[in-house]
């Protein structure tokens, strides 16, 4: 183990406080807002108390002004301001203060006094720098989730779709085998290849949750641990736990091995614990934990179930129904789900299909209902999401209910109620019509396969569960989303958590709105490394600048026509997409402002999706950077070509800003999903450099018209 720091030079000369070296590090979800505005703060505040800083990014592109080892020898304390996985190890013996990245914004001249102060990192501490309060612990494990739910999502589609393409195509109605696909057959093969993609969702699930949270030591133990869940024969249970068992033993695998790296170790056997050591032992752990501890409650909740639902076969069908449609809408394959269906299933032999008719009416309503609210509120929803939700539709046509569990495990708070009261609603309109199922097995194909009578009532039942559930799914993440950007809104205190970026969850994030170390982001333009501590001071205006008196005259005092400033950010922003004057009053309204500024230039093929588009991904996180700035952003191909706009508000758009300040100068970038990369971050690398300097932003403010506006924002390059 490294000898523990010492204490910080102390005295109160200036000569013994320029002796300090202090290192940090930036990080955010998204990789680009938070983690570069971080970043400048801290070196500002460094910089104004004569401390040498440097700060390491890592940002969307990778991480730069990397810290080596010699930097962090000579260092007397890091900060670490992140909302994502860190390695401290490589911080051993020095002093290390985590902190959510809001802190390094809100707070970095309290940062660099508590860092002086902060304890000494252990070697083989956490790897994951944890953030003060449970706002980060928060983060950590929606982050997590997400990233489970994006690796998932191909394996439900593919799975799915290639079941629910057999089922059509090769399946017919045998009355003593339910729906059925001939043994033997092209469309059997076709069906066990999607068995195969349902069989690896849910440890992958599992799997990589868990891999979120204790790197790659975690996949191993999280994917078998999600597998075992998934099984239910291994803990004598009919069925497995499904999703909601993969998400619990994927949070164990995560946490589990996080806590065995805690494990000091000879250093003989060091290297052989992240491949060898931790998987085996964390593996065997979770999984026997599993079987001989959770999976006997699950099978004990099978089996009452089963016979709690036998006593009520003479209850009133209303009540039956109701009861059925929750139970199979709850866990959509786990336990509870799977009681629900082999009851019915059970029941058909016996001449009851009235029971299966319930459950083969709540069955779709699901992924129909999540599929169908992605079409209804397109912008709660990112572009992966309403792609799954397109797949989901498919699905629950062919009965397969597996097809909402992506929706479920990323919002199960709002998710699971909704889809239980569509299901209740569908099961008790089913139950009170007498619908009757000869085959254990639901959807609507069941019916065009003449396995169901009463069909109309059928789908007078799955249409309303449908609708009833997709309703309130838009409710409910309605209410989230406004709830939450509330919090972000009024999070300006020190206690109050950092809003949450979605990233992984959701699918792939849109790239963060930018507000850069001075000179960092324009290196990557260039090909360059800078060090913020290193980064040349931005050069004074002309004090006679022509644009702060209103002019059309450039610093050099030649005007803007002769110096061909009608275009700026390589002919992105134009003279027809600057505003002196922004009328909207809120940040909605100021959006689809700014994009119809943008439609001027016949680059917007879709203004509504334009706007759609920038509003998810203010959901995701506020791109509303303080010192008055806003940086709006969209990829979508509702533009043909990458567009800049900018327009200045007079009072102000409130923006959900970290410093509390509202929005004054609105810069809005759209770009075609083919530029998303490289061409998105370079028009960002340039603002960045420029926004961080208080007189061009004064400059900006001061312009008097259009062509002044254009003079001073020919300075971005």
Sequence with gaps: MTSPAGPPPTGSGDGERQRLKLLAVTACPT???HTYMAAEKLAQAAESRGIEMKVETQGSIGAENVLDDNDVKHADGIIVAADKDVDLSRFAGKRVLAVGVAEGIRHPEQLIE????????????????PAAGAGKERGLGYKALMNGVSYMIPFVVV????IAISLSLGGHADPSGGLVIPKDSFWMDVNNIGVIGFT???????????YAIGDRPALVPGMIGGWIANTGELYDSKAGAGFIGAIVTGFLAGYLVLWIKKVKVPKFAQPIMPIIVIPIVATAALGLFFIYVIGKPISWVFEH??????GMTGTSAILLGAILGL??????????????FLFGTGLIATGNQTVMGMCAAAIPVMPLGQGLATLIRRRLYTEQERETGLASLFMGCFGISEGAIPFAAARPAQVIPANMLGGAVAGAIAGVAGVEDAVP???????????VSGVPMFFVAVVIGSVVTALATVALVDLGERRRRGEAVGGAGTTGPEPVLAGVGAGAPGVGGVVAQRGVREAEAVGASVSPAAAPAEPAAPEKAAALEGSAETADGTSAAENGVGEVLSGYLTQQTVKVELGADGKESAIREMSELLARTGRVADVEELVACALRREAQGTTGLGEEIAIPHAKTDAVTEPVVGFARSGQGVEWGSLDGTKARLVFMIAVPEAAAGDEH????????RKLMDAGFRERLLAASDESALLGVLREVG
Aim: charged letters at 10%; a neutral charge.
């Design 31 to 33: 990789g680009i807002a």
């Design 114 to 129: 508590r860092v002086l102060s902060a304890p000494v990192h252990a070697e083989g501490g956490a790897p994951t720098a």
């Design 159 to 162: 799975g799915g779709l290639l």
């Design 200 to 210: 690896l969702m849910v440890p992958i699930l599992s799997g990589y949750i868990a």
């Design 305 to 310: 179930l089963t016979d709690w639902l036998s």
């Design 327 to 340: 139970m199979i809408a709850f866990d959509m394959g786990g336990p509870v789900n799977k009681t629900a």
């Design 441 to 451: 097995h639901g959807g609507p194909i069941v019916a065009v396969l003449g396995a």
């Design 681 to 688: 971050l370079r028009i960002l690398a340039l603002l960045s």
